[in-house]
């Protein structure tokens, strides 16, 4: 499975489960809720709660692990 395959399937998954996205500069993004992400074909955009967003290449993806979901 790719990466961009690999968000959708966890985007899908019921209930949702937080993921942390690590890139290839560092950057490590936590993502709570399935609708803070947006996928194109090259790249991805992560909303951030408090107002602004980022876009990023999928190729610059490292890991994306399942975190425990917040209380």
Do not use: W
């Amino acid at each position: 499975m790719d990466v961009k395959e690999r968000l959708i399937a966890l985007r899908r998954k019921k209930p949702f489960t937080p993921i942390r996205i690590t890139f290839s500069d560092g950057r490590a993004f936590e993502i709570q809720d399935p609708f803070l992400y947006g996928l194109g074909e090259t790249t991805m955009i992560i909303a951030f709660e408090k107002g602004g967003r980022e876009q990023l290449s999928l190729r610059d993806i490292v890991s994306i692990e399942e975190l425990q979901p917040t209380a």
